[in-house]
Nanobody, 123 residues
Framework: QVQLVESGGGLVKAGGSLRLSCAAAGRSFSIYTMAWFRQAPGKEREFVAAITGSGSSGYYADSVKGRFTISRDNTKNTVSLQMNSLKPEDTAVYCC????????????????WGQGTQVTVAS
């Protein structure tokens, strides 16, 4: 069992930056693949980025590649998402998620979810 709590969302102007964090409570954090998903009003949940348990590999949606960076600190049980060059279309609720496996892109593979944090990018 893993409990996930996100923080760091807010309102930012287009071109600005935000850093999201997700704190995990539970055992063996390093065995979980961690990811960020987002959901905008009226849209389906969308994959943003994932990172392997060791932190050695990251995976990104094309829409955020080159702008967002996912990282993790297994000593602190945290995963972060650094978001640069934000665009209005990045506006959404961002959730972190955890799974045992390596099917990075499908939300159905993730067993544990946080409540989410709102990111709003003003034009």
């Amino acid at each position: 069992q893993v409990q996930l709590v996100e923080s760091g969302g807010g309102l930012v102007k287009a071109g600005g930056s935000l850093r999201l964090s997700c704190a995990a409570a539970g055992r063996s954090f390093s065995i979980y693949t961690m990811a960020w998903f987002r959901q905008a009003p009226g849209k389906e949940r969308e994959f943003v980025a994932a990172i392997t348990g060791s932190g050695s590999s990251g995976y990104y949606a094309d829409s955020v590649k080159g702008r967002f960076t996912i990282s993790r600190d297994n000593t602190k049980n945290t995963v972060s998402l650094q978001m640069n060059s934000l665009k209005p279309e990045d506006t959404a609720v961002y959730c972190c998620a955890a799974q045992f496996g390596a099917d990075y892109y499908s939300p159905r593979r993730y067993s544990y979810w946080g409540q989410g944090t709102q990111v709003t990018v003003a034009s």
